[in-house]
T-cell receptor
């Protein structure tokens, strides 16, 4: 299994809603990542988890809250988002924090109304 | 400062032809990794090829090859025998070996393969 699975594929939410994005991998990878990608732009790193601990937070607003319940799962909890947060949210994993090759999921296309 | 530069406009490529996508990078590190990813309209970022800064041979993966010119700080991707399924956005990325696994992405090249 060489897949990173993200759910849901599409999400529409209001600014007062609370929702969560989910990411799962069963490759035994110990590093997991959240990236944000606006249309026609490159992905931007948000968070990195290494061995289930948050190792990098790229000054992301607190309305985005990551969680790593175990080594296979990564969540991104969303609360009180703004329309400008609408984007493709990509999850990725790598064998370990120093491993070069990142495996990406298909992303969740988020629209905030 | 921008670490990865991809400046080509959108490209139309004839099926079965080869295409070269340009990428230049900027780093003062001696140890780093260079990557190319493909992103079709479905959204998934697909890993294509990797070149380490100390690798003496240019990387190849099937129809993909990386033309690595270290002194010029360029890492161009060559796709041979283009197929319709190669239509996608292509991103060049770099990982400086500074202990933080951060990928710096270029702005991407849009490639459309025409029959």
């Amino acid at each position: 299994d060489t897949e990173v699975t993200q759910t849901p594929k599409h999400l529409v939410m209001g600014m007062t809603n609370k929702k969560s994005l989910k990411c799962e991998q069963h490759m035994g990878h110990r590093a997991m990542y959240w990236y944000k990608q606006k249309a026609k732009k490159p992905p931007e790193l948000m968070f990195v988890y290494s061995y289930e601990k948050l190792s990098i937070n790229e000054s992301v607003p607190s309305r985005f809250s990551p969680e790593c319940p175990n080594s296979s799962l990564l969540n991104l909890h969303l609360h009180a988002l703004q329309p400008e947060d609408s984007a493709l949210y990509l999850c990725a994993s790598s064998q370990d924090p120093g491993s070069e090759k990142l495996f990406f999921g298909s992303g969740t296309q988020l629209s905030v109304l | 400062a921008q670490k990865i530069t991809q400046t080509q406009p959108g490209m139309f490529v004839q099926e079965k032809e080869a295409v070269t996508l340009d990428c230049t990078y900027d780093t003062s590190d001696q140890s780093y990794g260079l990557f190319w990813y493909k992103q079709p309209s479905s959204g998934e970022m697909i890993f294509l090829i990797y070149q380490g800064s100390y690798d003496e041979q240019n990387a190849t993966e099937g129809r993909y090859s990386l033309n690595f010119q270290k002194a010029r700080k360029s890492a161009n991707l060559v796709i041979s025998a283009s197929q319709l399924g190669d239509s996608a956005m292509y991103f060049c990325a770099m990982n400086e070996h500074d202990g933080n696994n951060r990928l710096a992405f270029g702005k991407g090249n849009q490639v459309v393969v025409i029959p």
